[in-house]
């Protein structure tokens, strides 16, 4: 499966610090590879606990290309399964959730617990007494793991853990998880599926640039009555910051705090909202409940598919070289009802199907894979910020609103991992 080293595209040289490639967007040997090195190695992003609360309860997910199912069995336990049936590899589950005492194959009638055993086959007598079911249960996703909630899968039998994984990713779920008064994300609201015709890393890029959106996005700045505007210009206090492991984010909270206004990152007031805001108050308290309501909800893009945006969710699925799915679903929190109506009215502004922000977003991904396939000036360049960058007191390198110290912390992390020596 794995291609001999003298095959592979040289990543080394494609792959420079200030500049990148344009055959990595297009290439499908360097699709194959991601799929090897990333996709089917690292932890990726698969789905929220509260999306199966109940036993029984099931979704289908994915990691890249593969459909993955996302079940609780009747112990409660959450289990991450290939949607293939061990029979003769039919896809098992064909709606996108439900709930179920077994998954039963259309083709031949093989059923499985939702914990992936083998339950039992049609006409027994065919099999003989030798034909054990232990054997015969859905493949699974060799390890999976899960942080407040949110449920990461890797194929891959040894690595780095989930923790490990996250690294200084991990504060950025917890902020997410404490504006909820008792601390749970709730990703209850559905999904959307936008599709586009581009390479899934342009969609990667993008989350944590800072540079596009008053470009991009003017016609939404324009008619909302936020300061998201200023966020995005040379005077913003915001900070772009490579996380490491390929985790970015756009830290935000400089800019609101300097505004000092709580639900300002949200484009309200406390009086729009005042149950869960008294809420968050008998909570935390007075001092904190503010503080966490003024620094608002992550921006962050956290390697290689889960992406958080203030009041959204997305999951980043790559199907092919130029085609890429964006599954999105407002955020929503434990017993915060009014918070929750407001975030899924937002959300459909944003990203719905008459939504102002994601259209513009895909807008460019499908203009950018249309230019990156003409043949010259072969590079992209990604020298934005790199006269300023600094380190942080985290220790993290850290650019301007609109610099691109993002983009090249998310390259510098994916020619680590196609370049990786096979035994590392
Ligand atoms: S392929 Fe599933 S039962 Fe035959
Ligand atoms: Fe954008």
């Keep these: 499966m794995t291609a001999p ?21 297009t290439d499908e040997r360097v699709f194959a590879d991601e799929l090897e090195r990333i996709w089917y190695r690292t932890w990726v992003y698969v789905g929220h606990e509260s999306e199966i609360p109940e036993p029984g309860d099931y979704v289908v997910k994915s990691i890249g290309p593969q459909s993955i199912i996302m079940s609780r ?53 065919g099999y003989g007494p030798d034909t054990p079911k232990s054997g ?69 890029e993008n989350e944590t640039d800072g540079y596009h959106p008053q470009f991009v ?13 200023e966020v995005y210009s040379e005077k913003s206090a915001a900070t772009a910051r490579d996380l490491g492991d390929g985790h970015t984010e756009h830290d935000l909270r400089p800019q609101f705090r300097r505004h000092d206004v709580p639900l300002g990152w949200f484009g309200t007031t406390e ?23 003024v620094d608002g909800s992550p921006h962050i893009m956290i390697f290689p598919n889960l992406f958080i945006a203030e009041i959204q969710l997305f999951s980043i ?48 991904y499908e203009r950018n894979q249309r230019g990156v396939a003409a043949l010259r000036p072969e590079w992209l360049v990604l020298r934005r910020g790199l006269n300023r960058e600094r380190i942080d007191d985290d220790g993290h390198l850290a650019g301007a609103a609109t610099d691109e110290t993002t983009q090249r912390g998310i390259w510098r992390h994916i020619r680590t991992l196609l370049t990786e020596e096979e035994s590392a």
């Design 5 to 25: 080293v003298a095959d592979r595209p040289p990543y080394g040289r494609l792959i420079e610090d200030d500049r990148v490639h344009g055959s990595l967007y």
């Design 73 to 125: 069995d009747r112990q409660g336990v959450v289990h991450l399964l290939l949607n293939r049936c061990s029979h003769r590899a039919n896809q098992i589950c064909e709606s996108a959730r439900g709930n179920t005492g077994a998954l039963r194959c259309q083709y031949h009638g093989w059923t499985f617990g939702t914990d992936g055993s083998l339950l039992g086959y049609p006409f027994r007598q």
């Design 136 to 204: 015969l249960g859905l493949g699974r996703v060799t390890r999976s793991d899960s942080y407040r909630g949110f449920v990461f899968g890797s194929f891959a039998a040894e690595g780095p853990t989930l923790l490990e994984h996250l690294g200084a990713a991990r504060e950025a779920l917890d902020r997410v998880a404490r504006l909820s008064p008792v601390g749970r994300v709730e990703l209850t609201a559905g999904w959307l599926q936008h599709e586009v015709r581009a390479n899934w890393k342009m969609l990667v």
């Design 217 to 229: 996005h003017s016609s939404i700045f324009e008619v909302g009555e936020s300061h998201v505007a």
């Design 271 to 293: 009086d729009r909202l005042p149950d869960y805001c008294r809420s968050m108050r008998a909570a935390y308290g007075d001092g904190t409940a503010r503080e966490i309501l």
């Design 317 to 364: 699925q790559p199907l092919a070289v130029d085609r890429t799915v964006q599954h999105v679903t407002p955020l929503q929190f434990a017993e915060a009802p009014d918070l929750n109506r407001r975030l899924l009215h937002q959300v459909s502004g944003s990203v719905g199907p008459a939504g102002f922000l994601l259209a513009d977003d895909s807008e460019m």
